[in-house]
Each structure stands twice: as C-alpha cells, then as structure tokens.
C-alpha cells in the first residue's frame, strides 16, 4: 500500500508561489509513489484546485472554526473549506495548541465539524519535551486521541489520520529513535483499540512528523505500524519534497 505523505507549507508561499512550485512539481512527479496531500494555506486553495485536476493529490486546510454560519470575524467554516476544494483539514497541530491556546475540547468540535462538512482529518498529537523528561509521553497521547475522538462513532475513523509529532521534535531538528515512535505507534494503537475496536486499533491510519528532511526520510519507510509521514518545512522546496517521496516509495 502507498504510503501516506503530507506537505504542511504553514504560513509559506502566496498563490502565485504555489503556482510557480506545483507547475514545477507536477512535472517530475509520479501518482503511484505515494498517496500525496498537500496543507497548504487558505489563500492557495483555489489555485492548488485548478492546476490538481484530475490529478490523485489531495488538498488539506490548515485550520478550520469550531463552528459553521457564526459572525466570527477572520475565522474559516468547514462548508467554505469543502466548497474550495479541500478534502481534508489539519486539526491539533502543536503550533495551534501552544501558540493559539487550543485545547483537546476545541480539537473535538473542530473533528466533529469538519466530519459534518464531508472533510477528512489529520489529528496531530504529540508530547512536550517536559512530558517526555518526565515519563508522560504515552499518558499524553491517551488524554490528547481520547478527548479529540470523544463522542465519534467507530465508522468515523475511517476518515481521520493520526499525525504522531512530538512538539520537541517539530522544527528542532531533533528526531526520536526508531524504538521511541514505534512505542508511540502502539500506544496510538491501543487507545484505539481500547476505545473502539480491535479492528479500529489496526486499520487506523498514523503519520510522523517533525524534523524530517531528506536525509532521514527513508528511515521512517520502513518503521512498522507506520502509514507515513507529515513534512514541514523540507516541503517548500520541490526538489526536496520530492526526495522524501521517493524515500517513503
């Protein structure tokens, strides 16, 4: 099965950029080498629409409003975001946790809501570097999947993505060890399987990310348990992304 691989360009490229790079990018790239979504920001959407289609990549927003149809000045609903093309949303990343003071109860509603509106999710969860001092790595994970998944039916899990990314690790250049995210991956795993199903517990899909770069993507291929990886900054540049596609093909 190809394997899951997703660009969050954060707050880069306006959308004359992100033409120029995926003009540049779809020359070189191959549909079968990987199950491609691209996060890239609000304002690139349509052009991102325009120039995939027909083509199997998928389009991720960035962030979406707990609600739909309120008079909240600056904030996007989940029925603007399907209406522009998107298939799926990042919720919980830890820049919206720490910087934006996001908790687990808001992550729930804004699942609850992009579900509602047809969108797919990519759950980012991860510890802190005093939660991983301190032995709270796996006691995080469970607090941060079992408040984000509450109130979801199992059927739902079929269009959420986990996205394991140790807050330590996202733009430190720091990575865990093999042994440390395959640990991860099965506590992930087992919160799932403890809350739902033994069923949900294996077919759940999880990603890593933080820090990856070219070098050190193809380690992550292999890992098991693992259905991809979430880039961040080594996405901006083409000719990087690239690389780290192939080393997860």
């Known amino acids: 099965m190809a394997k899951i691989v997703i660009a969050n360009f954060k707050m880069h490229k306006t959308e004359n950029e992100t033409k120029d ?24 959407l349509p052009i991102c629409r325009f120039l995939l289609k027909g083509r199997d990549i998928a389009l991720c927003a960035q962030n979406i409003c707990e609600d739909d149809d309120k008079g909240y000045t600056g904030e996007i609903s989940g029925k603007m975001i399907a209406d522009v093309g998107a298939n799926y949303v990042l919720v919980g990343h830890s820049e919206r946790r720490t910087k934006f003071k996001e908790d687990n109860k808001t992550v729930n509603k804004k699942i609850k809501n992009g579900l509602k509106n047809g ?6 969860v991860g510890e802190s570097l005093a939660d991983k001092n301190s032995m709270k790595t ?14 979801l039916y199992e059927n739902e899990l079929e269009n959420i993505i986990i996205a394991y990314e140790p807050v330590w ?13 395959e640990m991860a991956l099965k506590s992930i795993r087992k919160v799932i399987e ?13 990603v890593y990310g933080g820090s990856i770069t070219s070098k050190n993507a ?23 992304f690239m690389q780290i596609i192939n080393a997860m093909a």
């Open 21 to 44: 790079y995926l003009i540049s990018f779809l020359s070189k790239y191959e549909d079968y080498k990987a199950k491609l979504i691209l996060a890239v920001p609000f304002t690139s």
């Open 119 to 124: 969108l797919s999710i990519i759950l980012c």
């Open 138 to 151: 796996l006691a995080t994970l469970k607090s941060q999947i079992e408040e984000a998944l509450k109130g």
């Open 169 to 181: 690790a996202v733009g430190s250049g720091k990575t865990p060890t093999q042994k440390d995210i």
């Open 194 to 206: 403890e809350d739902f199903s033994s069923k949900a517990g294996k077919e759940i899909k999880i």
């Open 218 to 240: 193809s380690k992550f291929a292999n890992i098991v348990g693992l259905d991809g990886v979430i880039v961040g900054g080594a996405s901006l540049d083409n000719n990087i």
